[in-house]
Nanobody, 120 residues
């Protein structure tokens, strides 16, 4: 079965950086687009970024464009999200999901999440 395990979340000061990882198993990772979404306290699920199967195409929400970088290592079945210049509004539970944005936002497979807290 599909298993997605996120890691790397932490408490960080504004302006800091974090790198999230998502270890995937139970499916052919390299055949699927992969997506990061997040959920802030009291808010709905928000799309963050999506990467194509080979990694050549990436897409970002306007709120993170220029600060976050999505990447993948198909040999390691791992998805990454490099987050720089973090802001307090980036505080959320971050999930990786199998598939594109519409699939993940409509309830597609995703992990349990990793908590990112940006605070001074």
């Amino acid at each position: 079965q599909v298993q997605l395990v996120e890691s790397g979340g932490d408490l960080v000061q504004p302006g800091g950086s974090l790198r999230l990882s998502c270890a995937a198993s139970g499916f052919t990772f390299s055949n699927y687009y992969m997506t990061w979404v997040r959920q802030a306290p009291g808010k709905g699920l928000e799309w963050v970024s999506t990467i194509s199967t080979g990694g050549s195409s990436t897409m970002y929400a306007n709120s993170v464009k220029g600060r976050f970088t999505i990447s993948r290592d198909n040999a390691k079945n791992t998805l990454y999200l490099q987050m720089n210049s973090l802001k307090t509004e980036d505080t959320a539970l971050y999930y990786c999901g199998k598939g594109g944005s519409s699939t993940v936002l409509s309830g597609g497979p995703r992990g349990q999440g990793t908590q990112v807290t940006v605070s001074s």
